[in-house]
């Protein structure tokens, strides 16, 4: 058990076109983009990216455009978690052949208060039908939005079983204690914050980065933490996260998607960035006047635009 996965990870946006279809064009552009400035590594087809509300189709034909527009695989980790057991087998062997670097894999989360049991089961059908000794598994625990939790005899159970498939986890839970505790139990076994205020305390206590929404716009603060932090210059590290902490809660007390979207829009000059599947829609005029309000009394901005 050892992840090889560490750093500042997007979960990356997915640029639309006017008819609401991942604009191949400028999800390239922009994946290129986070990759020069501070990016380890590119989350696509997450949350933030909107996975869910595109068909199987759709994110494989993202993956596979991605690789021919010349993202390496070996910086994607797509999240390839379905509530249908053959989505998420598709999902994560196109993933594998692509040479990404992992999956993210949510539970399936349609039915709530299922047994550990039945997750082991989910996740071991998963592992069984890929049959690909390639195959990284980040958990991705999200309780506020999957209502599934991924608890410690879960993960110890799946590691015991797996333990060269099973390598790390995403914990967008909020809870740095949970964060913590499963980065000290189980050595090895790859914990990533999903919440950019967490990077540097997880850093401290045996985490090995982050994979965040506002990595699409600060991943140059998250890169300069981690690096000041491998340095061991301490004061550095902590004077840039309270820089990313302030960053990412202006942009988290909106809609995310929305809220990143409105700032890449403004940062690029491309209207096109406005656009958003339903039911997210887009944030309102005072909302992200607010938004900018805020970012430009903490003298934020992105790198040059792409």
């Keep these: 058990m050892n992840s090889s996965v560490q750093g500042v990870f997007a979960a990356v946006l997915t640029p639309l076109d006017g008819d609401l279809a991942p604009d191949r064009a400028a999800i390239a552009r922009h994946c290129r983009w986070l990759r020069d400035n501070g990016c380890d590594g590119l989350s696509v087809l997450g949350t933030t990216g909107e996975a869910n509300s595109f068909s199987v189709d759709?994110?494989?034909?993202?993956?596979?455009?991605?690789?021919?527009?010349?993202?390496?695989?070996?910086?994607?980790?797509?999240?390839?978690?379905?509530?249908?057991?053959?989505?998420?087998?598709?999902?994560?062997?196109?993933?594998?052949?692509?040479?990404?670097?992992?999956?993210?894999?949510?539970?399936?989360?349609?039915?709530?208060?299922?047994?550990?049991?039945?997750?082991?089961?989910?996740?071991?059908?998963?592992?069984?039908?890929v049959g690909d000794p390639r195959l990284r598994i980040y958990l991705y625990h999200f309780p506020q939005m999957s209502g599934v939790f991924l608890g410690h005899d879960l993960i110890e159970r799946l590691l015991k079983r797996y333990p060269d498939t099973v390598a790390g986890m995403k914990d967008s839970s909020g809870d740095v204690h949970n964060m913590i505790r499963n980065a000290h139990a189980f050595p090895g076994f790859g914990v990533l914050s999903g919440s950019d205020e967490f990077l540097l305390p997880l850093l401290k206590e045996g985490g090995v980065g982050c994979i965040t929404a506002v990595s699409n716009v600060a991943a140059f603060l998250g890169a300069e933490v981690f690096a000041a932090w491998r340095q061991g210059d301490v004061e550095t590290a902590e004077r840039v996260q309270a820089r990313l902490t302030a960053v990412r809660n202006a942009i988290s007390a909106l809609p995310l998607t929305a809220a990143l979207k409105e700032v890449m829009a403004r940062h690029t000059g491309d209207d096109e960035w406005f656009n958003i599947r339903p039911p997210l829609t887009r944030l309102s005029a005072t909302r992200a006047a607010d938004l900018f309000i805020t970012l430009e009394s903490l003298d934020f901005n992105p790198p040059p635009a792409p």
């Design 58 to 129: 759709e994110r494989v034909r993202l993956l596979e455009d991605l690789i021919e527009d010349g993202i390496p695989g070996n910086v994607l980790m797509p999240g390839t978690g379905c509530c249908a057991l053959t989505d998420t087998v598709r999902l994560t062997r196109k993933a594998v052949e692509l040479g990404a670097a992992g999956v993210l894999m949510l539970p399936p989360f349609y039915y709530k208060n299922v047994s550990d049991d039945g997750l082991f089961a989910s996740y071991a059908e998963v592992i069984e039908r």
